[in-house]
């Protein structure tokens, strides 16, 4: 039941993608979440609740960026509160996630062997630690996600953004929906089911 937008622009995003998870909304949900690359960084706020909780965060939390994903959510791993909330991030890439993961459990024994503690008890939070293992292997932007969604069994629309790749909007799915829009200034994507 969740929405996931993700926006590269000519103009800062905030805007829009607070207008584009009001959008979403119908949909019912118990947190949301923006995520963008600014400064070579990823910027994410999140909050439990509803938009007008999250904007009341970004008052004091300021974020900006030509790109971000934004994420509207329906838990289905983890309870709703704050942590849970997507963007998922590590600090090379940040992801939202409509879908779920099924083999994420066994996902998780393999990265926490690795050293990783995780932020969340959502099966999403496995998808941005894969990623980023994956470009510190040495793989590219493209090669890291391709050799995630092998690894992923279960249905998915993901949006993903990469400090590496700061003009950039990554998108892919399976069983999820996913529209893609786009104009001479500015691109979207969005999911929502
Ligand atoms: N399975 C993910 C979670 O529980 C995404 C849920 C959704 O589609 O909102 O966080």
């Known amino acids: 039941m969740c929405g996931i937008l993700g926006i590269i622009s000519k103009k800062d995003i905030i805007t829009p993608m607070i207008e584009g998870l009001k959008k979403l909304a119908y949909r019912g949900y118990d947190s949301s979440g923006i995520a963008t690359i600014n400064n070579n960084q990823i910027n994410c706020v999140k909050s439990q609740g509803n938009l007008d909780q999250l904007q009341k965060k970004l008052i004091n939390e300021e974020l900006i960026g030509n790109v971000g994903i934004g994420h509207t959510r329906w838990a289905t791993h983890g309870?709703?509160?704050?942590?849970?909330?997507?963007?998922?991030?590590?600090?090379?890439?940040?992801?939202?996630?409509?879908?779920?993961?099924?083999?994420?459990?066994?996902?998780?024994?393999?990265?926490?062997e690795t050293g990783i503690t995780f932020k969340s008890e959502t099966d999403?939070?496995?998808?941005?630690?894969?990623?980023?293992?994956?470009?510190?292997?040495?793989?590219?932007?493209?090669?890291?996600?391709?050799?995630?969604?092998?690894?992923?069994?279960?249905?998915?629309?993901?949006?993903?953004?990469?400090?590496?790749?700061?003009?950039?909007?990554?998108?892919?799915?399976?069983?999820?929906?996913l529209a893609v829009g786009s104009s001479e200034n500015e691109n979207y994507i969005g999911s929502d089911g």
Not at 88 to 102: K, P, W
Not at 154 to 160: E, M, Q, R, V, W
Request: net charge negative; charged share 20%; glycine share 4%.
């Open 124 to 177: 999403t939070e496995a998808i941005a630690h894969l990623i980023t293992l994956y470009l510190k292997s040495g793989m590219s932007s493209y090669e890291a996600i391709r050799a995630t969604t092998e690894d992923i069994k279960g249905s998915y629309a993901l949006a993903i953004i990469m400090r590496s790749e700061p003009n950039k909007l990554f998108a892919v799915r399976k069983g999820s929906p």
């Open 79 to 112: 309870v709703p509160n704050e942590s849970n909330a997507h963007p998922h991030f590590t600090d090379e890439v940040a992801v939202v996630h409509n879908g779920i993961i099924e083999n994420y459990a066994l996902l998780k024994n393999q990265i926490v």
